[in-house]
């Protein structure tokens, strides 16, 4: 496994020192918490993580992992998640990598989904990315 499976680089990921929606520039325990999962996410964004496994790493309630996630960070988890991967797969692409490859190795079931998600957050599909 490539080192850039294992996370996305820190370019791509947001700063603690920017204040939150919610307007507070320091975290409390809440924040705290998302970042908790943030960091759980990244530590491989190939992993399937459940919300069940997220929130247990947050020490919190699904639900209300949800809610602070969504607060601290503009999206939900699962969003994040796609949004790092797909962020791990154009790494992928640029260096010539299969786009099955790339799809397996950024976390996606299948290259279908690959493309699906992939098209959704780029607005373009892999092989129109790759070719430049």
């Known amino acids: 496994m490539t080192a850039a499976v294992k996370g996305v680089s820190s370019a ?13 520039s320091l975290p409390d325990a809440e924040e705290c918490a998302a970042w908790s999962a943030r960091d759980f996410l990244a530590q491989d964004v190939s992993r399937p993580v459940s919300l069940a496994e997220l929130a247990q790493a ?40 299969s786009i099955a490859r790339t799809a397996q190795d950024a976390g996606f079931t299948d290259q279908s989904h690959f493309t699906r998600i992939f098209r959704e957050y780029t607005g373009a599909t892999p092989s129109q990315y790759q070719g430049g």
């Not at 791509?12 to 507070?24: D, E, H, I, V």
């Not at 790092?84 to 010539?96: D, N, P, S, Y």
């Open 12 to 24: 791509t990921q947001p700063n603690r020192a920017k204040p939150t929606p919610s307007g507070s």
């Open 58 to 97: 947050a020490g919190l309630s699904r639900y209300h992992l949800l809610r602070i996630f969504r607060r601290t960070f503009g999206m939900p988890p699962h969003a994040y998640q796609n949004q790092m991967r797909v962020e791990l797969a154009k790494q992928l692409l640029r260096t010539e990598t």
